[in-house]
């Protein structure tokens, strides 16, 4: 009844759920004593493997190294058939690994004014346009991205 429900939201909870992180096999450490990428990384995990309604996130790869990003990527994959995913980045590699199916660009209206942008390219990132735009802004440029390319040697 409407009165049940009521009287058990309003119900008072002797104890009070205490998070694990699991740092190691057979090793854990209380999550607020995590770090805030383990924290982070721990959280992504949770939520991409539930379904639901759209999940909007904004900046995933903050407070995460690379190895975890790519672990993320993997989750996402998995994840895209079971809901929409919504995220707003700056990391290549969650978009273009990520395989996003839509990109928007945005940018400022007018240069240094941070209160008003539009959306500067949309797509696929087999659009040219928007390729163009995912290697000048998230990977610092075409010369910036040959000059990694070189000094790895690939």
């Given at each position: 009844t409407p009165d049940g429900w009521l009287d058990l939201s309003l119900t008072a909870l002797a104890d009070f759920p205490e998070f694990?992180?699991?740092a190691k096999e057979d090793e854990y450490i209380p999550f607020d004593a995590a770090s805030a990428g383990q924290q982070a990384s721990a959280l992504l995990a949770t939520l991409l493997s539930q379904g639901g309604p759209p999940l909007?996130?904004?900046q995933p790869e903050d407070d995460l190294?690379?190895?975890t990003v790519q672990e993320i990527v993997t989750r996402i994959w998995e994840s895209k058939s079971n809901r929409q995913l919504i995220f707003s980045s700056h990391n290549a590699n969650l978009v273009v690994n990520g395989d996003a199916d839509l990109v928007l660009v945005c940018a400022y209206l007018n240069a240094g004014d941070?209160?008003?942008?539009?959306i500067k390219e949309q797509g696929a990132i087999d659009i040219a346009e928007v390729r163009?735009?995912?290697t000048s802004v998230m990977e610092g440029g075409?010369?910036?991205?040959r000059l990694r390319?070189?000094?790895y040697g690939f």
């Open positions: 694990e992180y699991r909007i996130i904004d190294d690379s190895d941070q209160s008003a942008g539009h163009q735009q995912i075409e010369r910036a991205f390319k070189e000094k």
